[in-house]
T-cell receptor, first 114, second 114 residues
Framework: KQEVTQIPAALSVPEGENLVLNCSFT??????LQWFRQDPGKGLTSLLL?????REQTSGRLNASLDKSSGRSTLYIAASQPGDSATYLC?????????????FGSGTQLTVLP | DAGVIQSPRHEVTEMGQEVTLRCKPI?????LFWYRQTMMRGLELLIY????????DSGMPEDRFSAKMPNASFSTLKIQPSEPRDSAVYFC????????????FGSGTRLTVV
């Protein structure tokens, strides 16, 4: 059974700092990995999607990397801003069959202090 | 496209009552997923459909839960009878065939059973 772990569970940084969020998964036979952002009381917003054949994806100040063999992904946020404060979730979908359900980590709650 | 649309946004009901949650997926998406989010258990997959057919309902907690997808543009999740431990945020998500483009989540329905 696929298990997804995110470390740290919570992180507080001063504005302007670069930071890295970590995600690890136990089954390397993934189809893709997706990073989401969730604001308090809100739904999930997709940030980046990395296919299993890719090593990284970038969107603005965000960069996500994937090392499938070691079962790890990182989300790098450059020049953090108070508006980046949210919970960040990573999720993987497995390669087997036609199943595309996601297995989520428990998230990292990020607070960027002004 | 307006994205995945869920209704209602909030639902407060008394224990024992029937609750119906609704979801309209993105047009053209072949997969539809129902997730539940709680503080204790995070995001859990309840059931998913492919081309309106239920594929895996192993995450449905009890017989009190049922889901239907009568057509490609509508799905319901029903709880009958509802219990306080069903209180959670219920998310609907959809994905194109193959899943290569990732998932889009709705804003969720916050259910409170008193």
């Amino acid at each position: 059974k696929q298990e997804v772990t995110q470390i740290p569970a919570a992180l507080s940084v001063p504005e302007g700092e670069n930071l890295v969020l970590n995600c690890s998964f136990t089954d390397s036979a993934i189809y893709n990995l997706q990073w989401f952002r969730q604001d308090p009381g809100k739904g999930l917003t997709s940030l980046l999607l990395i296919q299993s054949s890719q090593r990284e994806q970038t969107s603005g100040r965000l960069n996500a990397s994937l090392d499938k063999s070691s079962g790890r992904s990182t989300l790098y946020i450059a020049a953090s801003q108070p508006g980046d404060s949210a919970t960040y979730l990573c999720a993987v979908s497995l390669s087997s069959g036609s199943a595309r359900q996601l297995t989520f980590g428990s998230g990292t709650q990020l607070t960027v202090l002004p | 496209d307006a994205g995945v649309i869920q209704s209602p946004r909030h639902e407060v009901t008394e224990m024992g009552q029937e609750v119906t949650l609704r979801c309209k997926p993105i047009s053209g998406h072949d997969y539809l997923f129902w997730y539940r989010q709680t503080m204790m258990r995070g995001l859990e997959l309840l059931i998913y459909f492919n081309n309106n057919v239920p594929i895996d309902d192993s995450g449905m907690p009890e017989d009190r839960f049922s889901a239907k997808m009568p057509n490609a543009s509508f799905s319901t999740l029903k709880i009958q009878p509802s219990e306080p431990r069903d209180s959670a945020v219920y998310f609907c998500a959809s994905s194109p065939a193959g899943g290569g483009y990732g998932y889009t989540f709705g804003s969720g329905t916050r259910l409170t059973v008193v």
